[in-house]
């Protein structure tokens, strides 16, 4: 969360359809704490329903605050959700959305191959089982 100088960035992982978001983790920035509040998806639902980067000001209480979120995708398919959220309102400055863009597209990259990985995982388990029960009828 320092580059872009926000106080907090969230990660929303997408699953299903219609897509369920489900808040993955949360990093705060030098010198802020974590919010105490529940998490609210509702900026997250949008970037999920358009598909493009979403910036909304006038968040919080009162409302002084900002949010930028963008789509974290892999492969072409919609992976999660990665937001900034700024205590002070932000000047919208387009290379912030794209520097997030860039970032949501490595997270993208890391969760399509971590998501691979665990598939292979419970290939190769079900495979063990089916040769273990094989070889278990064999030997009988």
Request: glycine content about 12%; overall charge neutral.
């Amino acid at each position: 969360a320092g580059g872009l100088d926000c106080e907090e960035a969230r990660l929303w992982l997408a699953e299903g359809a219609p897509v369920r978001l489900t808040l993955a983790g949360n990093a705060t920035g030098a010198g802020s704490s974590p919010r105490a509040e529940t998490p609210d998806e509702t900026v997250a639902r949008q970037v999920a329903e358009r598909g493009e980067p979403v910036w909304v000001d006038g968040v919080g209480s009162p409302p002084t605050g900002s949010i930028l979120a963008v789509p974290v995708r892999g492969g072409g398919q919609l992976l999660g959700v990665l937001e900034g959220r700024y205590v002070a309102p932000g000047v919208r400055e387009e290379q912030w959305a794209a520097a997030l863009a860039d970032i949501g597209s490595q997270v993208g990259l890391f969760l399509k191959r971590l998501r691979a990985e665990v598939k292979q995982l419970r290939l190769e388990r079900e495979i063990l089982k089916k040769a273990a029960a094989f070889f278990a009828k064999e030997s009988s």
